[in-house]
């Protein structure tokens, strides 16, 4: 289930109102379904929005294997640095599956599951029941180490002041009677963000300016509705550390000789770029969209390989 974004006045998401909604945080991390095996030998299986299963990544979560079988629970994986949780952190993690360096990094950068649902629970479905029911079951859960139950408040307003004064992502609003929706983008859940995020396609990117050869940039993308990938600008901030070397080897396996993009590139940003097959997907957060469409202030926070692109819409 997914949340439809809240509607903006003055440059400010506004959250809905009134006593049937209940408000979480909206949490800085990589959504998961946790499934409990119901015998027959099976394992725990974390799975992410693009189906794949993440288990390997993060061994430190296994204890979830000793819920209740035929249990499914729906939250993010979240790696904390400073006290607030991370991207750039958990980009470390989660396209590690060697057992050895994920449980060297289980050590070193451990992540929590945040749960906010569940929809299955010792093998009785939950969906078609309401917030309030399937809540009241996660409360009554006992979760293993590393787990913990995503809080709930009831005043929007409140969690909205506290999370931009803590630097959180933003906050979840959920209609306290709404079922679970599995696979839609439902107005029972609204999500309001202090920042916005997106994932973009790489169509190309360029060096350092300093002549090192090293990354400097990178063009990012992502496709309308007809299939043609539009242009949402040059993004050079983030580009540091493991996500430069990482980038640095994928894309320099994929060239090719003209824009991937249907409309035209600004010359500015252009000029000396190295174009490339639109394969690697990246998490991207910027601060507003221009009329043109493209990102402002974009910052680069990790590799995907969980999740879709988002598609392109008109700003």
């Known amino acids: 289930m997914l949340a439809t974004p809240a509607p903006v006045r003055s440059g400010t998401s506004v959250l809905p109102e009134g006593a049937g909604w209940r408000f979480e945080v909206k949490w800085d991390g990589v959504r998961v379904l946790a499934s409990v095996p119901d015998g027959g030998g099976a394992r725990l299986r974390l799975l992410g ?35 607030v949780p991370s991207f750039a952190a958990l980009a470390e993690r989660m396209h590690v599956r060697d057992p050895a360096r994920a449980a060297a990094l289980a050590r070193r950068l451990p992540v929590t599951y945040v749960v906010f649902d569940v929809l299955a629970l010792a093998g009785t479905d939950l969906t078609a029941r309401p917030w309030t029911e399937r809540r009241a079951a996660l409360d009554d859960l006992a979760l293993p180490e590393r787990v913990q139950r995503s809080p709930v408040y009831a005043d929007g307003d409140l969690i909205w002041d506290a999370t931009r004064a803590q630097g959180l992502e933003g906050v979840v609003a959920k209609r306290a009677t709404a079922t679970y929706q599995a696979g839609r983008r439902s107005t029972d859940w609204v999500k309001a963000v202090h920042r916005r995020t997106r994932t973009a396609l790489v169509g190309g990117w360029r060096p350092e300016s300093t002549g090192s050869g090293r990354l400097g940039a990178v063009l990012l993308g992502a496709p309308d509705a007809t299939g043609a990938l539009r242009y ?9 550390g493991s996500l430069a070397r990482d980038l640095t080897e994928r894309l320099r396996d994929a060239p090719r000789p003209d824009p991937p993009f249907a409309d035209t590139v600004d010359p500015v940003d252009a000029r000396g770029t190295v174009w490339v097959e639109p394969r690697v997907l990246l998490d991207v957060r910027y601060l507003a969209r221009g009329p043109s469409g493209r990102l402002r202030q974009p910052v680069l926070r990790g590799r995907r390989d969980d999740t879709d692109v988002d598609p392109w819409e008109a700003p």
């Open 49 to 83: 929005r693009a189906g794949n299963d993440a288990a390997a990544a993060y061994p430190e979560l296994g204890g979830l294997a000793a819920l209740p079988p035929g249990t499914v629970l729906d939250g993010e994986v979240v790696a904390m640095r400073d006290g």
């Open 232 to 240: 949402l600008g040059r993004a050079g901030s983030g580009l540091t």
